[in-house]
């Protein structure tokens, strides 16, 4: 995806505010995988919002019975 001129902007200054405070503790890599998570937090937070509200209304499925049917779907023998 096209990153905008303003996106950049707003990436080099958050860029800029983390070196000026821990300068010897990024890389490029680094801050990038920082900004994309801050970038990303809110959809994380409403996908924990969401299975919170859907198991406390009962719309789950227990763990065991979710892993028989991967494996039976997936033809997965456990032996």
């Given amino acids: 995806m096209p ?6 902007e707003n990436f080099a200054d958050f860029s ?3 070196l000026e405070v821990q300068a010897h503790d990024f ?8 900004w994309e998570s801050l ?3 809110g959809d994380v937070n409403a996908a924990i919002r969401e299975g919170l509200d859907d198991a ?16 039976k779907k997936h033809n997965i023998s456990t032996k």
């Fill in 56 to 71: 406390k209304a009962g719309r789950h499925r227990a763990a065991d019975e979710v892993m028989a049917d991967l494996l």
């Fill in 27 to 34: 890389t490029l890599d680094d801050l990038v995988i920082e």
């Fill in 3 to 8: 990153i905008t001129t303003t996106e950049f």
């Fill in 39 to 41: 970038q990303n937090r």
């Fill in 16 to 18: 800029r505010a983390k």
